[in-house]
């Protein structure tokens, strides 16, 4: 469509469109600074490619194939696509209350336009689904082996599945349907702001734990066949980011309530933590004394 110039109702396809209606922030950088909490949550999950280490038969030609695969996935499958809809349609006739896919699907002539998007969204979301779950259900398996959760998530069916755990996992999902009829207008920017909020958290402690293992272990280290690039300035860069985005989300107010919520969580697991601690000493001193 661009390279033959396709005529839609916003004009002629061609690269052009995308520097000349008003040029780069034609309305001002807000939007744009704006959008990382929800593109930050667009990548929640992404380090679950490590995470599979455990599963696969070959790990160390497995992962880094993975890995580096993502930043190409990331160029093709956002900015490839962004950059051929905002050359069909430019920035400013794109209507934000539909999806652009589905303007561009229309204009080219499929009826069917809105049904196949609808079709691919859903099997994105399933597919994501499924990834959570997988991953839910494994940590919980692991947390339950060192006592960090009941004994009976460490319960495996024939094909060494954590069962339970992930029936566990799949039943939380549940309490966003409810969230869903409470609240339908603000569920969706409330369960990211969270979700992004607790995903800094855990990028933050994995990219410090990376740091601390590189200092402590160097031995170890230079060993690896698969080194962090740029190390420590990438880490840095790394921690800097999270914190500006930190920052964003106190700027908006439907995001701002995610900086009040998400610190409960913190409280409510370190309360855990310190009855759980004092129970384990309470059982180890009745055992010394019984001894």
């Not at 390279?3 to 034609?26: Q, V």
């Not at 060192?146 to 549940?174: D, G, Q």
């Amino acid at each position: 469509m661009i390279i033959r110039g396709f005529s839609t109702d916003a004009g002629a396809s061609t690269f052009t469109n995308l520097w000349s209606h008003g040029g780069w922030f034609p309305n001002g950088a807000n939007g744009f600074i704006l959008s990382f909490q929800m593109v930050v949550f667009a990548f929640v999950g992404i380090e679950l490619v490590g995470l599979t280490a455990g599963e696969t038969e070959d790990p160390e030609r497995v992962i880094p194939k993975a890995i580096n695969n993502i930043p190409i996935r990331i160029i093709i499958f956002y900015i490839g696509a962004l950059l051929v809809i905002m050359s069909i349609y430019p920035w400013n006739s794109i209507n934000p209350a539909a999806s652009p896919f589905v303007q561009v699907f229309t204009a080219v002539g499929i009826a069917a336009a809105a049904g196949i998007v609808n079709f691919v969204v859903l099997t994105s979301a399933a597919s994501a689904c499924n990834s959570a779950v997988f991953s839910t259900s494994r940590m919980i398996y692991s947390l339950a082996r060192e006592k960090n959760a009941p004994k009976s998530m460490t319960k495996l069916t024939s094909h060494k599945v954590p069962a339970n755990a992930l029936f566990f996992s799949t039943a939380v999902i549940l309490i966003t349907v409810i969230l869903n009829y409470i609240m339908p207008e603000g569920v969706f920017t409330l369960v990211t702001s969270v979700s992004t909020v607790c995903f800094i958290f855990i990028w933050g402690i994995t990219v410090l734990a990376h740091m601390k293992y590189r200092k402590t272990r160097p031995e170890l280290a230079a060993k690896s066949k698969f080194k962090m690039p740029l190390y420590p300035v990438a880490n840095y860069a790394i921690l800097i980011f999270l914190a500006f985005v930190l920052v964003v989300l106190a700027l908006a107010e439907d995001t701002r309530v995610a900086l009040f919520i998400t610190p409960l969580w913190f409280v409510g697991v370190v309360i855990i933590y310190y009855i759980r601690k004092s129970r384990i000493e309470r059982k180890n001193q009745t055992e010394e004394l019984s001894e």
